[in-house]
């Protein structure tokens, strides 16, 4: 069974800096996206990076235009380890930060890990 497991979010200050990390386990044989996405207090779940190709020479990473400039998605696809380095946090990131891998056509979740920007 694969389980992908979350962790780094917490409450910062506006300004400040936080590291997501996500462990993926379980059969998992051509892992090709590898992302990262949020949920905020209302509103739908939305992408906020990607990686795709992973594992491949062709990977490439995309971001929502709001994080563009400030956070940076990396991942070990061998590891099945994906992270999420986010800077310049603003009130306006606060939301629940899901992993998202695409495994052989199939997706997978985390079970969410929360990020609070606050003054």
């Known amino acids: 069974q694969v389980r992908l497991v979350e962790s780094g979010g917490g409450l910062v200050q506006p300004g400040g800096s936080l590291r997501l990390s996500c462990a993926a386990s379980?059969?998992?044989?051509?892992?090709?996206?590898m992302a990262w996405f949020r949920q905020g207090p209302i509103g739908g779940r939305e992408l906020v990076a990607q990686?795709?190709?992973?594992?491949?020479?062709?990977?490439?990473?995309s971001y929502a235009d709001s994080v563009r400039g400030r956070f940076v998605i990396s991942g070990d696809n061998a590891k099945k380890l994906v992270y999420l380095q986010m800077n310049s946090l603003r009130p306006e990131d606060t939301g629940v930060y899901y992993c998202?891998?695409?495994?052989?056509?199939?997706?997978?979740w985390g079970q969410g890990t929360q990020v609070t920007v606050s003054s």
């Open positions: 998202h891998i695409q495994d052989r056509g199939t997706n997978y």
């Open positions: 379980g059969p998992l044989y051509e892992t090709r996206t």
């Open positions: 990686l795709l190709g992973s594992g491949t020479t062709n990977s490439a990473a």
